[in-house]
């Protein structure tokens, strides 16, 4: 192109060649960080979306400047080339999960694959991934398929925009050209105000649940619509000739550095966002042959190039096969040299797919049509798609069926879960149990009893009661995090046993202190620091004197950290908010019982269906003894043993012996799987340490004596073993 006499470039129609290598290099980007970066994130896919609203805009333009406003025709153009190498890959996916991941997550890899297959994975993502308990996108064989769940919806619904807008501005007479001012100038302000509104709605989200926003389409609509609007704009536009080449070699720049400066993982979508948005829009802005020493040597040579060929397939190959390693090797971190197999089997695999899906397709296509080619494409997806959810379905049915039978079992079962470590029944043997394993690991993610009194987000304080709101022998709280609440099962069955009443409270990293909790997002700890005072105006107002309160029950994690004040020390801050909590309790005579943690085995729940589950599945009958871990490992010290110690009238219920040997701590026992994802107790186990707990409360209560009212039910045991009776 040549420049005019100020040095600027005019309207620009032409290719611009280096659109290829930064698209390339932006994927590219994404799995060298996947492998190498240490959980980074690149900002490569957001620089992928921009590029992608910008040549899905222009491209519609194009067909509508030829009066070709075929929707069947675009689609097919644009699916017949993504859909296929996806499909094998998503098949391959399904092989490695299960050849390499444990049986309880063939169900949900199922859905995900499927989910992923139909682009709408994002959603299957916060949907379940992201729920409470889950164990998280970075367990998923197809996590890294959200992106192309974002760009699939937009191809999808963007196509409908811009000729619905083109066609309507068409009522006019013939005359007027298949592309109108009018309708230009339409959608440009259609784009622009939905490009508002989405950065507008990603910042908010961003603050209130960043998890969701990284996959929420909506959330992400605006680096689309970005991109939309520079194509809109791009005849328009005219960079000074001497300022071309650095704007392109500065945008490129940043689009390295992105990953290096920003944790992504962590500020992405919100306004951080705009870095890779706006290198995007430099490296474009100063694209050209005009811009002499500016990078399009470099992004159109034949090395970046030869890798962008191949840049979506190594994208697609590259995590499914990272998993598979991870999985086998039971690591995280693949090491620098499981990471370079990982690429360099991803690129030969990359190449073997363009060279028989990709390029096949696309020479297929140019024979039969993009009509017949979408009509295909989307047979084939389909047949996938619900092949796979049926599958799903099925599994998620037979383990409703295990799980149902095993509460049958449970209920009959003498030695179930903590019974085997009870000293005073060793050797404790069942014959109903032999060769089960409850639940089975197929339910286990939905062995939870966390069912109430259970606040999240932007939630306020929740009370659940179990047990009679009226004619109760006692009355009791029990609040804390997430630790406490997998408690409900057991408070459950205690509150029946004894006729009393349990109202229980709880969420997520919070508990009842003084000092404000250590939590990475900001809108979490805002609703957590809210939640506690609406906690300690909820106890004011239910423990008073004379309010018939007879224990406040307190737990959580082991792990929790708290906001030090001046002069404190972390662990000084946590035993400290707590024993000031509980000293501002209206009536000092009713006694705080504190429950230590149980172990954790890993916080994070990748890593625990990793290894603790695969192990369980494997190791069988010897999973108690093959899959154990050291005590000191993961019976942590736990700030409520100080704590009890500094209020004369707070006392300590340690459990740690029916987890934990005098060495080891088992995953597994008595037949029971003790944790669903690493740090939670199953609801299969909590239930087995009914008990034991609630043997020790009444211990308490016999210590703490205070004015039982008269109401029907059964006397408090004296012993666990009459308690267990009980629960029969």
């Given at each position: 192109?040549?420049?005019?006499?100020?040095?600027?470039?005019?309207?620009?129609?032409?290719?611009?060649?280096?659109?290829?290598?930064?698209?390339?290099?932006?994927?590219?980007?994404?799995?060298?960080?996947?492998?190498?970066?240490?959980?980074?994130?690149?900002?490569?896919?957001?620089?992928?979306?921009?590029?992608?609203?910008?040549?899905?805009?222009?491209?519609?333009?194009?067909?509508?400047?030829?009066?070709?406003?075929?929707?069947?025709?675009?689609?097919?153009?644009?699916?017949?080339?993504?859909?296929?190498?996806?499909?094998?890959?998503?098949?391959?996916?399904?092989?490695?999960?299960?050849?390499?991941?444990?049986?309880?997550?063939?169900?949900?890899?199922?859905?995900?694959?499927?989910?992923?297959?139909?682009?709408?994975?994002?959603?299957?993502?916060?949907?379940?991934?992201?729920?409470?308990?889950?164990?998280?996108?970075?367990?998923?064989?197809?996590?890294?398929?959200?992106?192309?769940?974002?760009?699939?919806?937009f191809f999808f619904v963007w196509?409908?925009?811009?000729?619905?807008?083109?066609?309507?501005?068409?009522?006019?007479?013939?005359?007027?050209?298949?592309?109108?001012?009018?309708?230009?100038?339409?959608?440009?302000?259609?784009?622009?105000?939905?490009?508002?509104?989405?950065?507008?709605?990603?910042?908010?989200?961003?603050?209130?649940?960043?998890?969701?926003?990284?996959?929420?389409?909506?959330?992400?609509?605006?680096?689309?619509?970005?991109?939309?609007?520079?194509?809109?704009?791009?005849?328009?536009?005219?960079?000074?000739?001497?300022?071309?080449?650095?704007?392109?070699?500065?945008?490129?720049?940043?689009?390295?550095?992105?990953?290096?400066?920003?944790?992504?993982?962590?500020?992405?979508?919100?306004?951080?966002?705009?870095?890779?948005?706006?290198?995007?829009?430099?490296?474009?802005?100063?694209?050209?042959?005009?811009?002499?020493?500016?990078?399009?040597?470099?992004?159109?040579?034949?090395?970046?190039?030869?890798?962008?060929?191949?840049?979506?397939?190594?994208y697609l190959w590259h995590w499914?096969?990272?998993?598979?390693?991870?999985?086998?090797?039971?690591?995280?971190?693949?090491?620098?040299?499981?990471?370079?197999?990982?690429?360099?089997?991803?690129?030969?695999?990359?190449?073997?797919?363009?060279?028989?899906?990709?390029?096949?397709?696309?020479?297929?296509?140019?024979?039969?049509?993009?009509?017949?080619?979408?009509?295909?494409?989307?047979?084939?997806?389909?047949?996938?798609?619900?092949?796979?959810?049926?599958?799903?379905?099925?599994?998620?049915?037979?383990?409703?069926?295990?799980?149902?039978?095993?509460?049958?079992?449970?209920?009959?079962?003498?030695?179930?879960?903590?019974?085997?470590?009870?000293?005073?029944?060793?050797?404790?043997?069942?014959?109903?149990?032999?060769?089960?394993?409850?639940?089975?690991?197929?339910?286990?993610?939905?062995?939870?009893?966390?069912?109430?009194?259970?606040?999240?987000?932007?939630?306020?304080?929740?009370?659940?009661?179990?047990?009679?709101?009226?004619?109760?022998?006692?009355h009791l709280l029990a609040v804390?995090?997430?630790?406490?609440?997998?408690?409900?099962?057991?408070?459950?069955?205690?509150?029946?046993?004894?006729?009393?009443?349990?109202?229980?409270?709880?969420?997520?990293?919070?508990?009842?202190?003084?000092?404000?909790?250590?939590?990475?997002?900001?809108?979490?700890?805002?609703?957590?620091?809210?939640?506690?005072?609406?906690?300690?105006?909820?106890?004011?107002?239910?423990?008073?004197?004379?309010?018939?309160?007879?224990?406040?029950?307190?737990?959580?994690?082991?792990?929790?950290?708290?906001?030090?004040?001046?002069?404190?020390?972390?662990?000084?801050?946590?035993?400290?908010?707590?024993?000031?909590?509980?000293?501002?309790?209206?009536?000092?005579?009713?006694?705080?019982?504190?429950?230590?943690?149980?172990?954790?085995?890993?916080?994070?729940?990748?890593?625990?269906?990793?290894?603790?589950?695969?192990?369980?599945?494997?190791?069988?009958?010897?999973?108690?003894?093959?899959?154990?871990?050291?005590?000191?490992?993961?019976?942590?010290?736990?700030?409520?043993?100080?704590?009890?110690?500094?209020?004369?009238?707070?006392?300590?219920?340690?459990?740690?012996?029916?987890?934990?040997?005098?060495?080891?701590?088992?995953?597994?026992?008595?037949?029971?799987?003790?944790?669903?994802?690493?740090?939670?107790?199953?609801?299969?186990?909590?239930?087995?340490?009914?008990?034991?707990?609630?043997?020790?409360?009444?211990?308490?209560?016999?210590?703490?004596?205070?004015?039982?009212?008269?109401?029907?039910?059964?006397?408090?045991?004296?012993?666990?073993?009459?308690?267990?009776?009980?629960?029969?």
């Amino acid at each position: 192109m040549v420049e005019n006499e100020r040095g600027a470039t005019p309207a620009r129609s032409e290719r611009i060649a280096e659109l290829h290598g930064l698209r390339g290099l932006a994927l590219v980007l994404v799995v060298v960080f996947h492998l190498f970066g240490a959980g980074r994130v690149s900002g490569g896919v957001d620089v992928f979306l921009v590029v992608s609203g910008f040549l899905a805009t222009r491209s519609l333009l194009s067909r509508a400047r030829r009066d070709d406003l075929s929707l069947a025709a675009y689609y097919g153009n644009v699916f017949s080339r993504l859909v296929p190498p996806a499909l094998i890959v998503l098949v391959a996916t399904a092989g490695i999960a299960v050849a390499f991941m444990h049986s309880g997550t063939w169900a949900t890899s199922a859905r995900e694959i499927a989910a992923a297959a139909g682009y709408w994975v994002n959603w299957e993502m916060i949907g379940g991934q992201l729920a409470y308990g889950a164990a998280g996108p970075q367990t998923s064989l197809v996590q890294h398929f959200w992106s192309m769940s974002v760009q699939g919806q937009f191809f999808f619904v963007w196509p409908l925009v811009v000729f619905g807008v083109i066609a309507a501005g068409r009522r006019r007479p013939r005359v007027l050209p298949p592309v109108s001012r009018v309708s230009l100038v339409a959608l440009t302000a259609l784009t622009a105000a939905a490009t508002v509104a989405s950065f507008v709605y990603a910042a908010q989200l961003h603050l209130v649940d960043q998890p969701r926003a990284y996959f929420d389409s909506f959330a992400r609509f605006w680096e689309l619509g970005a991109g939309a609007l520079l194509a809109l704009s791009w005849p328009h536009l005219s960079v000074p000739g001497w300022l071309r080449a650095p704007l392109a070699w500065a945008g490129l720049l940043m689009v390295v550095a992105c990953g290096f400066v920003l944790d992504g993982a962590t500020v992405f979508p919100g306004p951080w966002t705009l870095w890779p948005v706006a290198a995007t829009f430099a490296v474009l802005l100063g694209a050209g042959p005009a811009s002499g020493w500016g990078p399009r040597r470099l992004l159109e040579g034949r090395p970046l190039t030869l890798l962008a060929d191949l840049s979506y397939a190594i994208y697609l190959w590259h995590w499914p096969l990272l998993m598979a390693w991870t999985y086998l090797r039971r690591s995280s971190d693949p090491g620098e040299k499981g990471a370079l197999l990982i690429l360099v089997v991803s690129v030969l695999l990359a190449w073997l797919t363009d060279r028989f899906v990709s390029g096949p397709v696309q020479r297929l296509g140019t024979r039969t049509g993009a009509r017949v080619m979408l009509g295909a494409t989307v047979t084939c997806a389909l047949v996938f798609s619900g092949g796979l959810t049926a599958s799903s379905l099925a599994m998620d049915a037979h383990s409703r069926t295990l799980v149902e039978q095993a509460a049958a079992v449970e209920k009959q079962a003498t030695c179930l879960g903590a019974a085997a470590m009870d000293p005073k029944l060793a050797p404790c043997e069942d014959p109903s149990l032999e060769g089960l394993r409850l639940p089975p690991l197929t339910g286990l993610r939905q062995d939870d009893d966390n069912t109430c009194g259970w606040a999240t987000g932007d939630q306020h304080l929740k009370w659940c009661t179990v047990g009679p709101k009226k004619g109760y022998g006692r009355h009791l709280l029990a609040v804390g995090d997430s630790h406490n609440n997998t408690l409900l099962g057991a408070y459950r069955k205690i509150a029946k046993n004894r006729n009393w009443r349990i109202d229980v409270a709880g969420r997520a990293g919070c508990f009842w202190s003084t000092r404000a909790p250590k939590k990475a997002n900001p809108a979490d700890a805002q609703g957590c620091v809210r939640w506690i005072k609406e906690l300690s105006a909820g106890i004011k107002k239910r423990a008073g004197a004379g309010s018939g309160i007879d224990a406040i029950i307190v737990t959580h994690s082991a792990k929790a950290k708290v906001l030090p004040r001046a002069g404190e020390t972390p662990e000084e801050a946590l035993v400290k908010g707590k024993v000031e909590a509980w000293a501002k309790r209206p009536d000092r005579t009713v006694p705080v019982i504190a429950i230590r943690d149980n172990p954790i085995f890993d916080a994070n729940g990748a890593a625990y269906a990793r290894d603790v589950i695969t192990c369980i599945e494997r190791a069988g009958d010897d999973a108690a003894t093959a899959c154990a871990l050291p005590r000191e490992r993961v019976l942590l010290t736990d700030s409520h043993v100080p704590a009890v110690q500094r209020d004369p009238n707070a006392h300590l219920i340690d459990l740690s012996y029916l987890y934990c040997g005098q060495d080891v701590c088992a995953p597994v026992i008595g037949h029971a799987v003790v944790y669903r994802d690493g740090r939670h107790l199953t609801g299969t186990f909590a239930r087995s340490l009914t008990p034991y707990l609630g043997h020790e409360f009444d211990r308490i209560m016999r210590e703490n004596p205070r004015p039982q009212r008269k109401a029907p039910g059964p006397a408090p045991s004296a012993s666990p073993g009459a308690d267990a009776a009980a629960t029969k």
